[in-house]
């Protein structure tokens, strides 16, 4: 079993940022990945990582204005926002999704292969 904890959102207008923590009780050869779910959308997968190390994933929409990184000691998953958008309003949730390389590669974002999750933590960007 694997407890994430969110934390970081908040209210911030367009343009500007925020840094988004997961702590975790274990992150050891997992793939931790960040989501995002507004009102009347599906979760939709921002960032992901192997904690082996490796290989990262990004949403396209978010591709050169965020980053996903890990600190192993700390058991702690951050994903830095830049030029956040009005449209990116949703709560963001990190999830854990354990195993090998291989397995990372097939969680990548998909949101039905990752088995924890957090209870998440709201962004409002205003225009």
């Known amino acids: 079993q694997v407890q994430l904890v969110e934390s970081g959102g908040g209210s911030v207008q367009a343009g500007g940022s925020l840094r988004l923590t997961c702590a975790a009780s274990a992150i050891t050869n997992s793939s931790m990945g960040w989501f995002r779910q507004a009102p009347g959308k599906e979760r939709e997968g921002v960032a992901a990582l192997y904690t082996g190390g490796g290989v990262t994933f990004y949403a396209d929409s978010v591709k050169g204005r965020f980053t996903i990184s890990q600190d192993n000691a700390e058991n702690t998953v951050y994903l830095e926002m830049n030029a956040l958008k009005p449209e990116e309003t949703a709560m963001y949730y990190c999830?854990?999704?354990?195993?090998?390389?291989?397995?990372?590669?097939?969680?990548?974002?998909?949101?039905?292969?990752?088995?924890?999750w957090g209870q998440g933590t709201q962004v409002t960007v205003s225009s």
């Open positions: 999830a854990a999704c354990p195993g090998t390389f291989l397995k990372a590669m097939q969680c990548r974002l998909r949101v039905a292969k990752f088995d924890y």
